[in-house]
């Protein structure tokens, strides 16, 4: 019972450009979504957040877009940059519960100079 | 400044033997939450503790496996008589408190690999 996808294994962009990765979920309940990203042999790293009543988030270079009818979010990186290699979760809650987060499988960003 | 903390960082085990796996939390942080990631997988929820209390362990086995967050010291994830499928990373996460908005931060994750 997969309830955030990542349905993209891996993507890969040249660096200055755009890197758009996605995220789609099937609980409604879910009422708070964040990114996070992570290096090999490393903890996952807070990225960026949203909350349900919002439909954008914007942070420097990253932004996340949520779409609540689709069930579906977005990160877009811009410009991409080489150190932005690595790979990115999405994850979901419903704080309403325990605050505990549901992961996707991730998604592995390799950014080409 | 320190971070969540997690110790030790790589754990080896032969079947049957038990597992310690321990996490400080950031300062000023209360409240502790413990993920897997086996292979090529994304990190499943196993348990969410508080100061002296389980507040959520739907995501624990329900054999070999137990968390405690002391009144004082580390919170500690002990796995009982280790079978090869236990081999995965584990990570800690704190957050200061719980609520809508409220970050959960990671440790640098303990690697424990069962022979």
């Known amino acids: 019972d997969q309830q955030v996808k990542q349905n993209s294994p891996s993507l890969s962009v040249q660096e200055g450009r755009i890197s758009i990765l996605n995220c789609d979920y099937t609980?409604?309940?879910?009422?708070?979504f964040l990114w996070y990203k992570k290096y090999p042999a490393e903890g996952p790293t807070f990225l960026i957040s949203?909350?349900?009543?919002?439909d954008k988030n914007e942070d420097g270079r990253f932004t996340v877009f949520l779409n609540k009818s689709a069930k579906h979010l977005s990160l877009h990186i811009v410009p991409s940059q080489p150190g932005d290699s690595a790979v990115y979760f999405c994850?979901?809650?419903?704080?309403?519960?325990?605050?505990?987060?549901?992961f996707g499988q991730g998604t592995t960003l390799q950014v080409k100079p | 400044n320190a971070g969540v903390m997690q110790n030790p960082r790589h754990l080896v085990r032969r079947r049957g033997q038990e597992a310690r796996l321990r996490c400080s939390p950031m300062?000023?942080?209360?409240?502790v939450y413990w993920y897997r990631q086996l292979p090529e997988e994304g990190l499943k929820f196993m348990v969410y503790?508080?100061?002296?209390?389980?507040?959520?362990e739907s995501g624990m086995p329900k054999e070999r496996f137990s968390a405690e967050f002391p009144k004082e010291g580390p919170s500690i994830l002990r796995i009982q008589q280790v079978v090869r499928g236990d081999s995965a990373a584990y990570f800690c996460?704190?957050?200061?408190?719980?609520?809508?908005?409220?970050?959960?931060?990671f440790g640098p994750g303990t690697r424990l690999l069962v022979l």
């Open positions: 994850a979901a809650t419903n704080n309403g519960n325990t605050g505990k987060l549901i």
């Open positions: 503790l508080q100061k002296e209390n389980i507040i959520d």
């Open positions: 996460a704190s957050s200061r408190d719980r609520g809508p908005g409220e970050t959960q931060y």
């Open positions: 300062k000023g942080h209360s409240h």
């Open positions: 609980n409604s309940m879910f009422d708070y």
């Open positions: 949203i909350s349900s009543i919002k």
